[in-house]
């Protein structure tokens, strides 16, 4: 595998995660890997008790960052993203974040994806600290779910019993998010788990949080 430029991820209803990822490396995209995880938005059914998390596939695949507009442009065509509850997709950039880099390009980002990796069963408490803090969702990934190549973007060993919750904000959304996770997680304990927050530098099917 060469360099990683570009990781982009689409988030769709379980049962489209292969399809899309087929048309992503048809379009160039390699490396794919396909997560099982559950979604949830700001929506009236999630205020709802008793309303289930939403059954998700999370799509990840590597790119060259020239081909960034071509793959928005192929899951805005093909998978109507940008219509509501159609699912997501984003680019998080990578060489500029490698040991080796000899000068750190600065990166003017207007959202960023949080991830926090938490206990097992923790995830559904990581999204509610979110919302409560302006998010308008997010995504649990079961660390059981991980096919991560070893030489992948996260250097990561999470074991089954870990969730790995993934929340996209708006820039000056993020502090306080991250902020509320931290504290509700009480992420500073050893064993309660870490979260690191990431730019994300092109973003398709997300809606900002509507203020009452």
């Not at 000068?103 to 949080?114: E, F, P």
């Not at 730019?199 to 398709?204: A, H, K, L, R």
Request: net charge positive; proline share 5%.
């Amino acid at each position: 595998m060469g360099l990683i430029k570009t990781l982009f991820f689409v988030i769709v209803d379980r049962g489209k995660g292969n399809t899309v990822l087929h048309q992503l490396e048809v379009l160039g995209g390699s490396g794919g890997t396909i997560f099982y995880g559950e979604g949830t938005s700001h929506t009236k059914q999630v205020k709802r008790s008793d309303a289930a998390p939403s059954r998700k596939e999370i799509v990840m695949v590597s790119a060259p960052s020239s081909l960034q507009g071509e793959l928005h442009k192929l899951v805005q065509e093909s998978f109507t993203i940008e219509r509501k509850g159609h699912g997501i997709a984003f680019s998080v950039p990578f060489v500029e974040w490698t040991p080796s880099s000899k000068k750190r390009s600065s990166i003017k980002a207007s959202h960023h994806c949080i991830f926090a990796i938490v206990n097992r069963g923790s995830g559904g408490e990581c999204i509610k600290a979110a919302r409560l803090a302006g998010a308008r969702g997010g995504t649990v990934i079961h660390g059981h779910g991980a096919g991560v190549p070893v030489n992948y973007y996260f250097p990561l060993a999470i074991e089954p019993q870990k969730d790995v919750v993934m929340v996209l904000a708006a820039s000056e959304e993020v502090s306080p998010i991250r902020e509320s996770i931290y504290t509700a997680l009480e992420l500073g304990k050893p064993g309660n788990g870490f979260l690191f927050v990431l730019p994300v530098t092109q973003i398709s099917g997300f809606l900002k949080r509507r203020v009452k």
